[in-house]
């Protein structure tokens, strides 16, 4: 955001919200789209390599789920109708995991 306040000439003392900001570069920026693409980095990043994040995501509790309906997770949000199989082998062709996510 600094970056296009200092291109459009906006002092530090200026009272611009960044809303106006982003309608003058003509940037359109949405959270929700943003979330996405954090969470589809970071787990592509994890996939691709053998941290301990991805043994955890791997790995299988023992024991009986607690009762209540199931949380829905991140893992869930980016399947989108992939098994996680599928989903590890995409992440490690870097080009392939951003087009499919």
């Given at each position: 955001m600094w970056v296009?306040?200092?291109l459009d000439g906006?002092?530090?003392s200026d009272k611009v919200r960044n809303e106006e900001v982003l309608r003058r570069?003509?940037?359109k920026r949405e959270i929700l789209t943003t979330i996405?693409?954090?969470k589809r980095n970071w787990l592509g990043h994890i996939l691709?390599?053998?941290y301990l994040q991805r043994r955890i995501m791997e790995g299988k509790?023992?024991?009986r789920r607690p009762r209540g309906r199931r949380r829905?997770?991140?893992l869930t949000d980016m399947l989108n109708g992939r098994t996680f199989e599928q989903m590890k082998e995409d992440a490690q062709d870097r080009v392939?995991?951003?087009t499919s996510c």
């Open positions: 296009w306040r200092r906006i002092k530090w570069v003509g940037e996405k693409d954090r691709r390599r053998d509790l023992e024991g829905f997770g991140m392939k995991w951003r």
